[in-house]
């Protein structure tokens, strides 16, 4: 298994700028992409943003501009700068892995538990 913890969430103003972190732990696997989604009140789970072991990254179009994620390897953490936030932003977000088990180089996918982000107008 691999183990995803979750880190920054809270609340925050409009305009106001918040940094979540995942750490990732699971010796017996690579963890290749990480990524962010959320899930809005009434409303699936989307995507936010996501990295890959190279270092390339993918954004939803909503936060573009405002969002930044970025991934220690060595620590196996990604992090989500968001800055500008606006009340739409409100959700709870999940940290989401894609790993592989070094044995037999399955694919697996992992989640966090979530962490809630507030933004008030």
């Known amino acids: 298994q691999v183990q995803l913890v979750e880190s920054g969430g809270g609340l925050v103003q409009a305009g106001g700028s918040l940094r979540l972190s995942c750490a990732a732990s699971?010796?017996?696997?690579?963890?290749?992409?990480m990524g962010w989604y959320r899930r809005a009140p009434g409303k699936q789970r989307d995507l936010v943003a996501t990295?890959?072991?190279?270092?390339?990254?993918n954004y939803a179009d909503s936060v573009k501009g405002r969002f930044t994620i970025s991934r220690d390897s060595a620590k196996n953490t990604v992090y989500l700068q968001m800055n500008s936030l606006r009340p739409e932003d409100t959700a709870v977000y999940y940290c989401?892995?894609?790993?592989?088990?070094?044995?037999?180089?399955?694919?697996?996918?992992?989640w966090g538990q979530g962490t809630q982000v507030t933004v008030s107008s």
């Open positions: 699971g010796s017996t696997f690579r963890v290749n992409e």
């Open positions: 989401n892995a894609i790993a592989v088990r070094l044995l037999t180089m399955t694919r697996f996918n992992f």
């Open positions: 990295i890959d072991s190279g270092g390339s990254t």
